[in-house]
């Protein structure tokens, strides 16, 4: 037994014993951190959960400050159809551009991870579109769209196909969402190729001997291995585009109508307008959203040992 | 020390409940060694601004800026401030999205803004705005006409208070291809019925010419178009009512009856519907007067004949356009408060406010100085300015103490009617509906 740990508990520098000295120096390495989190996470959480009870506009209660309203906020979300459809089309747009962005994805990965001459420039070119900066594409494919002015209806015109993008509803969400897949299909692409390259060729060759084609193979080894990417590439995606705002706010100003105006564009208009009690209830029903994704993606995590 | 030393120490890890009490109290020591007042009342994100009152910061459009630094010496020698400039945003929106949260949290970084009248009721409301009834002196009001008074009450003004005086006057004007017109012996459309009429005659729908067009493009635009229809036809576009159902069937009907007025306007902004002009595909339009100087700006394309103002079609209610436009306040929480006073007295006093108009059109406005100063002077703007207020064209810009709401309702239910989403009765009822729920 060692001289130190023979020596009782003793009183040490300012009073603290040993132990609680370790305390104190733990606690107080970890306090940036944790004030990081309150914060920027908490305070602004607690802060957005009061308010989303409250009716408060500094221009018209200024006098009263916050009046509690209970749940009379989440009863005008439910009655205003501007935050229903910016709901509907939210979902949609999520649950439409993540398919997408990870189908697309898969093949292009695949085709990414196949030997080829300027493969490595072949990557490199293929991460251009999520390089470029989202207001940029935002406002170019808004002029590219134009049904006066863009190259796209343009085109379209030259095999006979006249259509108006942004001033239909239905096309404007079909162009909005186009971009987004556009935009992020090649960031979804890396990463699935990493997954792919993780993958023993051994296993295809096994499967070959036994008889499988292409798709078999795709089937029953590529997809079952790269699902814990899918599934952690598909939920972050999820969660990201949840809070999408730049994209449709610059290409279509969330019209025609409010067809393509998302739960962030209202939530910017009405705390714009400085209804930070109303702005704060309709981001509650974003975190709602986003704690509901996030339960499905955990237990989809567990379903498919991603710890593992 | 050796690792069975170490071991000894680390081996009596703190539990997680330890762990927590020990970061939960550290935090809330934290919490209350800040200041309480300045906490509770503007959150823990309050930055102390460094205050230097030589400095006086005034934001507004950088357009603007020549034609105020060639006034500033004078103010600066006499009162030994600074005046430094900084870009201002160029709409009401973007006046909320920069100022809004600052004035929220009790801070201002300028001392004076330029401010629109989408959003300036708001922040008055609000009470971010300092009062300038005893700051602006009697002559400098008088130096306005009459017919500012009610404007200056519902938008500048609030109990009793005055909080923003006027440095710009906008109203739409109604450009015309008087080439086009005298080719075809044509007159300026002056009803809504010779609009269609003339719209028929010189629109080529395939070629992709039209009669009229604007920027219908949201956020604000749609509502600036649909406000001025409605104001011809005599209603309220914020009521909702038979008036404002008539224009925007006129509206409707000119886009898909008459085909006179391009459906892609839907997705125009200014750029886009001067471009259109100035590309020889529009007979006729509205357009703020900035339009004059950007014609004129198109050397190659640009003739007197091709840019005639002529008064707007009538509606029910006569040759109207609704004007409004930009004024400058001064923050509650201006750090330079008494410098930003003396800065707002001196750029809006009868010398001054004649001087900056000549630097840039922008700041002309029927104030007299200033129509004094431009006497015998060929300017179009002013010409139009003279002739739309004889003819008694001005119209009061509708008001909500709402107003940027308002506008977002407007439009949101314009947009839907002009791209088929909803009825005319639907539309109507829509809007009478969010304008209800807005309250006050």
Redesign the interface.
């Given at each position: 037994m060692?001289t130190?740990?023979r020596t009782p508990a003793r009183k040490s520098f300012k009073g603290l014993t040993?132990?609680q000295r370790?305390?104190?120096v733990?606690?107080?390495l970890?306090?940036p951190a944790?004030?990081l989190r309150?914060?920027t996470a908490f305070?602004p959480f607690v802060?957005t959960a009061y308010l989303s009870l409250h009716r408060f506009?500094?221009?018209?209660d200024?006098a009263t400050g916050p009046v509690f309203v209970g749940l009379g906020n989440f009863q005008?979300i439910a009655n205003d159809?501007?935050v229903r459809a910016s709901i509907g089309f939210t979902l949609t747009f999520v649950v439409v551009a993540t398919f997408l962005q990870i189908t697309l994805g898969l093949a292009v990965a695949h085709l990414l991870d196949a030997p080829f001459r300027f493969r490595g420039l072949s990557r490199t070119l293929v991460l251009v579109p999520w390089a470029i900066p989202m207001v940029i594409v935002a406002l170019g494919f808004?002029w590219m769209f134009?049904?006066?002015?863009g190259m796209i209806p343009d085109l379209l015109r030259h095999v006979g196909l006249e259509m108006?993008w942004?001033?239909?509803?239905t096309n404007a969400k079909i162009a909005v969402i186009s971009v987004a897949v556009w935009k992020s299909t090649p960031f979804v692409a890396l990463v699935l190729l990493a997954g792919l390259q993780g993958i023993s060729q051994d296993l295809y060759e096994a499967a070959r001997v036994d008889g499988a084609n292409w798709f078999t193979s795709l089937r029953y080894i590529t997809i079952p291995m790269v699902m814990p990417i899918i599934i952690t590439t598909s939920m972050f995606m999820v969660v990201w585009q949840l809070a999408v705002f730049d994209l449709p706010f610059l290409m279509?100003?969330?019209?025609?109508?409010?067809?393509t105006t998302v739960i962030a564009q209202k939530i910017y208009?009405e705390?714009?307008?400085?209804?930070?009690g109303y702005a704060a209830s309709i981001g509650m029903v974003l975190v709602a959203i986003v704690a509901i994704v996030g339960a499905i993606g955990l237990y989809l995590f567990r379903r498919f040992d991603v710890s593992e | 020390m050796d690792s069975k030393q170490k071991k000894t120490l680390f081996s009596r890890g703190m539990t997680r409940r330890t762990f927590l009490k020990g970061s939960a109290g550290s935090i809330a020591a934290a919490l209350a060694a800040a200041t309480p007042g300045r906490f509770l009342t503007q959150g823990i994100y309050a930055p102390a601004l460094i205050q230097n009152n030589k400095t006086v910061v005034l934001a507004i459009q950088e357009f603007a800026h020549d034609a105020i630094k060639a006034v500033l010496p004078d103010f600066e020698a006499s009162t030994g401030l600074t005046v430094q400039l900084e870009g201002g945003p160029a709409s009401g929106t973007d006046m909320l999205t920069k100022y809004g949260p600052s004035f929220a949290s009790g801070e201002s970084a300028v001392d004076v803004i330029s401010d629109a009248d989408d959003d300036s009721p708001t922040f008055i409301r609000a009470g971010y705005i300092e009062p300038l009834t005893d700051i602006i002196p009697q002559e400098t009001w008088d130096d306005f006409p009459e017919s500012f008074g009610s404007q200056i009450e519902k938008f500048h003004s609030f109990d009793g208070q005055r909080y923003r005086i006027p440095h710009e006057f906008a109203i739409g004007y109604f450009f015309t291809r008087k080439d086009w017109l005298d080719s075809k012996g044509l007159k300026s459309p002056a009803t809504w019925e010779e609009l269609v009429n003339v719209g028929k005659e010189l629109a080529d729908p395939a070629n992709g010419v039209w009669g009229t067009t604007d920027a219908l493009i949201k956020p604000a635009l749609l509502y600036v178009y649909v406000a001025y229809l409605t104001a011809q036809s005599g209603g309220d576009v914020f009521a909702f009512d038979e008036a404002t159902a008539e224009a925007l069937q006129f509206l409707y009907d000119m886009i898909y009856t008459h085909k006179i007025f391009p459906e892609d306007a839907l997705n125009q902004d200014y750029t886009a519907q001067n471009q259109l002009y100035m590309s020889d595909k529009v007979a006729v339009m509205r357009q703020w007067p900035f339009f004059q100087s950007v014609a004129e700006g198109d050397t190659a394309w640009f003739a007197p004949e091709k840019l005639a103002i002529e008064l707007p079609p009538a509606g029910a209610a006569g040759s109207k356009a609704w004007w409004g436009g930009w004024g400058f306040s001064v923050p509650k929480f201006a750090p330079n408060m008494d410098g930003a006073k003396e800065l707002i007295k001196y750029l809006t006093s009868v010398e001054i406010a004649p001087k900056l108009a000549e630097g840039q059109s922008w700041f002309i406005m029927p104030r007299k100085s200033i129509l004094d100063a431009f006497a015998g002077k060929e300017n179009a703007v002013l010409t139009a300015m003279g002739a739309y207020a004889a003819a008694g064209v001005p119209a009061a810009r509708p008001f909500h103490a709402r107003v940027a709401e308002a506008q977002t309702v407007v439009d949101d239910a314009a947009s839907q009617f002009l791209t088929n989403q909803l009825s005319l009765a639907d539309t109507i009822k829509y809007g009478q509906e969010q304008i209800a729920a807005l309250g006050t």
């Amino acid at each position: 037994m060692s001289t130190l740990s023979r020596t009782p508990a003793r009183k040490s520098f300012k009073g603290l014993t040993f132990r609680q000295r370790t305390y104190v120096v733990a606690v107080i390495l970890l306090i940036p951190a944790l004030a990081l989190r309150v914060f920027t996470a908490f305070y602004p959480f607690v802060q957005t959960a009061y308010l989303s009870l409250h009716r408060f506009n500094p221009a018209f209660d200024g006098a009263t400050g916050p009046v509690f309203v209970g749940l009379g906020n989440f009863q005008r979300i439910a009655n205003d159809p501007v935050v229903r459809a910016s709901i509907g089309f939210t979902l949609t747009f999520v649950v439409v551009a993540t398919f997408l962005q990870i189908t697309l994805g898969l093949a292009v990965a695949h085709l990414l991870d196949a030997p080829f001459r300027f493969r490595g420039l072949s990557r490199t070119l293929v991460l251009v579109p999520w390089a470029i900066p989202m207001v940029i594409v935002a406002l170019g494919f808004r002029w590219m769209f134009d049904d006066q002015f863009g190259m796209i209806p343009d085109l379209l015109r030259h095999v006979g196909l006249e259509m108006k993008w942004l001033i239909n509803p239905t096309n404007a969400k079909i162009a909005v969402i186009s971009v987004a897949v556009w935009k992020s299909t090649p960031f979804v692409a890396l990463v699935l190729l990493a997954g792919l390259q993780g993958i023993s060729q051994d296993l295809y060759e096994a499967a070959r001997v036994d008889g499988a084609n292409w798709f078999t193979s795709l089937r029953y080894i590529t997809i079952p291995m790269v699902m814990p990417i899918i599934i952690t590439t598909s939920m972050f995606m999820v969660v990201w585009q949840l809070a999408v705002f730049d994209l449709p706010f610059l290409m279509t100003g969330g019209g025609p109508g409010f067809s393509t105006t998302v739960i962030a564009q209202k939530i910017y208009l009405e705390s714009n307008s400085l209804n930070y009690g109303y702005a704060a209830s309709i981001g509650m029903v974003l975190v709602a959203i986003v704690a509901i994704v996030g339960a499905i993606g955990l237990y989809l995590f567990r379903r498919f040992d991603v710890s593992e | 020390m050796d690792s069975k030393q170490k071991k000894t120490l680390f081996s009596r890890g703190m539990t997680r409940r330890t762990f927590l009490k020990g970061s939960a109290g550290s935090i809330a020591a934290a919490l209350a060694a800040a200041t309480p007042g300045r906490f509770l009342t503007q959150g823990i994100y309050a930055p102390a601004l460094i205050q230097n009152n030589k400095t006086v910061v005034l934001a507004i459009q950088e357009f603007a800026h020549d034609a105020i630094k060639a006034v500033l010496p004078d103010f600066e020698a006499s009162t030994g401030l600074t005046v430094q400039l900084e870009g201002g945003p160029a709409s009401g929106t973007d006046m909320l999205t920069k100022y809004g949260p600052s004035f929220a949290s009790g801070e201002s970084a300028v001392d004076v803004i330029s401010d629109a009248d989408d959003d300036s009721p708001t922040f008055i409301r609000a009470g971010y705005i300092e009062p300038l009834t005893d700051i602006i002196p009697q002559e400098t009001w008088d130096d306005f006409p009459e017919s500012f008074g009610s404007q200056i009450e519902k938008f500048h003004s609030f109990d009793g208070q005055r909080y923003r005086i006027p440095h710009e006057f906008a109203i739409g004007y109604f450009f015309t291809r008087k080439d086009w017109l005298d080719s075809k012996g044509l007159k300026s459309p002056a009803t809504w019925e010779e609009l269609v009429n003339v719209g028929k005659e010189l629109a080529d729908p395939a070629n992709g010419v039209w009669g009229t067009t604007d920027a219908l493009i949201k956020p604000a635009l749609l509502y600036v178009y649909v406000a001025y229809l409605t104001a011809q036809s005599g209603g309220d576009v914020f009521a909702f009512d038979e008036a404002t159902a008539e224009a925007l069937q006129f509206l409707y009907d000119m886009i898909y009856t008459h085909k006179i007025f391009p459906e892609d306007a839907l997705n125009q902004d200014y750029t886009a519907q001067n471009q259109l002009y100035m590309s020889d595909k529009v007979a006729v339009m509205r357009q703020w007067p900035f339009f004059q100087s950007v014609a004129e700006g198109d050397t190659a394309w640009f003739a007197p004949e091709k840019l005639a103002i002529e008064l707007p079609p009538a509606g029910a209610a006569g040759s109207k356009a609704w004007w409004g436009g930009w004024g400058f306040s001064v923050p509650k929480f201006a750090p330079n408060m008494d410098g930003a006073k003396e800065l707002i007295k001196y750029l809006t006093s009868v010398e001054i406010a004649p001087k900056l108009a000549e630097g840039q059109s922008w700041f002309i406005m029927p104030r007299k100085s200033i129509l004094d100063a431009f006497a015998g002077k060929e300017n179009a703007v002013l010409t139009a300015m003279g002739a739309y207020a004889a003819a008694g064209v001005p119209a009061a810009r509708p008001f909500h103490a709402r107003v940027a709401e308002a506008q977002t309702v407007v439009d949101d239910a314009a947009s839907q009617f002009l791209t088929n989403q909803l009825s005319l009765a639907d539309t109507i009822k829509y809007g009478q509906e969010q304008i209800a729920a807005l309250g006050t």
